[in-house]
């Protein structure tokens, strides 16, 4: 059981590149979390999934796109990369059950853009 | 939108001292989550509140709906409990899949 995974671990961008940050979990979870983390600052959502098919914005989506590609993988996408984007990024799905209710985190994507 | 206050922001302890983090909130929520960011960088769920109180090994965590207000206690604390400790709410009117995150706690042990 590998849990929540994520790709690549750092990368290092220039300012108008592209890039896609793949997440990937095996728990069966049907909903996913794209966060980022800044110093001096909270998680933020940037965009979440409730369930396989559907999407929404969270609190920062501007910059970014995402894709449910099925139930396991939730892909983000930067389309045009600026310098406000470098951050650390963590994918999460979240398991519910009876009197259960836990986030499992990926181990992050750190970004850098120039 | 809810505003979620963490203290302290930083806190060193002696090896086996009590530690206590706070965590307090603006708007009426349905759970309240503790979560660990260790050193290097990884996030694990500590706990999940509702009400009351909930212990885990050395880790306690308690509730108090009424004054919304959370505290994270540590008995006997170790340099491996040296971390970044989150609170996060869900609220409880608006969307259930969303959390808001507080800016964390530093905790550092020493020996």
């Known amino acids: 059981n590998a849990g929540v995974t994520q790709t690549p671990k750092f990368q290092v961008l220039k300012t108008g590149q592209s890039m896609t940050l793949q997440c990937a979990q095996d728990?069966?979870?049907?909903?996913m979390y794209w966060y980022r983390q800044d110093p001096g600052m909270g998680l933020r959502l940037i965009y979440y999934?409730?369930?396989?098919?559907?999407?929404d914005k969270g609190e920062v989506p501007n910059g970014y796109n995402v894709s449910r590609l099925n139930k396991r993988e939730f892909s983000l996408r930067l389309e045009s990369a600026a310098p406000s984007q470098t951050s650390v990024y963590f994918c999460?799905?979240?398991?519910?059950?009876?009197?259960?209710?836990?986030?499992?985190f990926g181990p992050g994507t750190r970004l850098t853009v120039l | 939108k809810n505003e979620v206050e963490q203290s302290p922001q930083n806190l060193t302890a002696q090896e086996g001292e009590f530690i206590t983090i706070n965590c307090s909130y603006s708007?009426?929520?349905?759970?309240l989550h503790w979560l660990q960011q260790h050193p290097g960088g990884g996030i694990v769920s500590l706990f999940m509140?509702?009400?009351g109180k909930k212990k885990h090994g050395r880790l306690i965590a308690t509730i108090n709906i009424q004054e919304k207000h959370s505290s994270l206690h540590i008995t006997a604390s170790h340099p491996r409990d040296s971390a970044v400790y989150i609170c996060?709410?869900?609220?409880?009117?608006?969307?259930?899949?969303?959390?808001?995150f507080g800016k964390g706690t530093l905790l550092t042990v020493n020996p």
């Open positions: 509140l509702s009400s």
């Open positions: 999934s409730a369930s396989e098919g559907t999407t």
């Open positions: 728990m069966n979870h049907n909903s």
């Open positions: 996060a709410v869900r609220d409880s009117g608006g969307s259930n899949y969303k959390l808001t």
């Open positions: 708007v009426g929520i349905s759970a």
């Open positions: 999460a799905s979240r398991s519910r059950g009876g009197f259960t209710d836990t986030q499992y």
